[in-house]
Every structure is written in C-alpha cells, then in structure tokens.
C-alpha cells in the first residue's frame, strides 16, 4: 500500500527519499555557489582563446566566437618557459620522492610503541609548526652550506611538512600491531615490515601525501625566489610572473622601443594561468578516489 496516499503529499521521490520543497532550495543554492566557483575558472579559459577585440567587446565570456591559440603561441615563443618548466620538473623528480621518503620513515618510527625518546622526538617535530628560525637564519644557514643559486637549496630547504607526517603516523596507528609481531616472528626487520606490510596498506594515505607534496612543488616560488638568482634554473612560477610583469612594458630602460611579440596582455596572462595549472590537474582524477579514504582514516586515531 502506498503509505502516501492519504498524507496529502504532492512531493516527488528520489531513490527512495522524499524530495521537498526544502530540498529544491538547497539544490537551487548550491547551483548557484557552484556556478559562482566554476564561472571565474570557466572565463579564464574563454580568454586565453579569446582574441583582444573580442575582449574588448566582451570581457566576461563564456565561449570565444573564433577561438585561437595565437595567446598561447605567443606565450611559448619565450624559451624561458622550458627552462622553467625543466626546473619544476627537476622539483617535482627530485622533491617529492625526497619528502615522501622522510615523512613516511619519521610517521613509521614514531608510530611505534617502543621507540626511545618517542615523546621527545614527537614534541620536538610539533614545535617546529608554531615556531622556526626565520628567513635570515635559514638564508645565512643555506649560504654556510654552499647552495646558493643550486636546485639543491630548493629541494633540501623543505624535507617534511609537520601536518602531513602527523596523520600519516596516525594512518600507521590504525594498522594492526598483530601484523608487524608475525612479521617480526618470522625475522623481517624494520625495513622490511614497512617495505612489504605497512606501506601496501597504507596506499590511500600514500597517494594522498605524494599528490599533495607534487603540487606543493609545483607551486614552489619564495624559496626559489630568494635563494636562486641562476636565470637557467628559475622555477616555472617565477619565469611566468616576468614574463607577466614584461606584458606592461613595451620599452626598455633606455627608452629604445623593443619588439613586443606579446600583444594582448590579458588573453597571455590567462593563457600563462592555463599552462601553470593544467599539468598538475591532470594528475588528480588518478588519486582523487584515494582523499577521502586516506585524510579521514589518518585523523582518526591521535
């Protein structure tokens, strides 16, 4: 029997659910937030197709009527964009394998329940999310040990972020010690119990922490911004904002007039916006499926 017939509901059913009046609104309000956050990214890609005239005519549009790449060519006639890009690249290679290494050995070691000095160790690391040294310390400290203008001063500078080895240690928390005795009876070592046990099981929490340092050095920019001056290992981020800052000038210092191939500005810069993102995008339909699963599992246990 249909327990609606006399209630006097004039509603409709979704999957089983009652869908009113109250809901329509929650819909019809989180379209509009959602088209509110798409429309902004949405114009940015419009423009970097868009040509000037039609910019001009129209600056917020939502599809170009003669789409061209012209923004995007021009863009890439400057060779400092493969420079840039080699040396992200080099962050990304060199960096994330490096700070995944280091937050995956310190979250292991202290989510043991035998380490000496666990406490110590532990409150020594949480110190260093509240408190640090400084830039001039740090500057004088990467000076002392020779790696001015070198990738190196880069990639080192930043070995762990503090948060991501905390709820990793607490994802490791969540694994059955049970496991680590049998494999311990059997004669592994340490090695081999994080190699062969922990970090099998830990793959949501890996991908999450591996996409999120990825991008973290992708953005990278103030390091690199103060420690590098070497124009053939500038990082892409800072290579697109001269590029972006040069699209004002169309004179020298002199004042001799230069040739300036970059003509519309604002359809290079949303071009220069598309290329910075676009690569690192990509990456997150592969591990999206893993954020939920390994951020909530990771904050669980304290």
């Known amino acids: 029997m249909d327990d609606t017939r006399n209630t006097g509901y004039t509603g409709s059913y979704v999957g089983k659910k009652r869908f009113d009046t109250y809901d329509a609104v929650i819909c019809a309000i989180l379209t509009l937030w959602a088209l509110l956050i798409i429309f902004p990214f949405w114009n940015v890609i419009a423009v970097s197709f868009a040509t000037e005239r039609e910019f001009l005519q129209t600056p917020y549009l939502f599809f170009p009527s003669a789409p061209t790449l012209k923004n995007y060519q021009q ?3 400057d ?44 409150f020594a690391i949480l110190f260093t999310m509240y408190f640090s040294g400084g830039i001039v310390p740090l500057y004088l400290l990467i000076k002392d040990l020779r790696l001015m203008n070198t990738i190196g001063s880069v990639i080192l500078i930043y070995g762990i972020n503090t948060f991501y080895m905390i709820i990793m240690r607490n994802y490791f928390l969540t694994i059955s010690p049970a496991m680590r005795e049998s494999a311990m009876i059997d004669g592994a070592n340490e090695w081999r119990i994080l190699v062969s046990i ?38 892409l981020q800072i290579v697109l904002r001269a590029i972006v800052q040069n699209l004002s000038f169309s004179q020298d210092r ?15 810069q949303m071009a220069a916006v598309i290329v910075t993102m676009l690569p690192i995008m990509l990456v997150y339909p592969f591990v999206q499926k893993y954020f939920v699963k390994g951020i909530m599992i990771g904050a669980v246990k304290a």
């Open 75 to 77: 863009l890439l006639l």
């Open 79 to 122: 060779m400092r964009i493969l420079i840039g890009y080699r040396t992200t690249m080099l962050y990304e290679i060199l960096g994330t394998p490096y700070s995944m290494f280091l937050t995956t050995c310190a979250a292991y070691a202290l989510s043991k329940d035998h380490f000496p000095g666990k406490k110590f160790f532990l």
């Open 198 to 235: 922990m970090l099998p099981l830990s793959t949501p929490i890996l991908a999450t922490f591996s996409l999120f340092y990825a991008v973290d050095r992708w953005n990278e920019w103030f390091n690199s911004m103060i420690f590098i001056r070497n124009p053939q290992i500038t990082p």
């Open 254 to 268: 002199v004042g001799q007039p230069v040739e300036m191939l970059l003509r519309f500005a604002k359809g290079v």
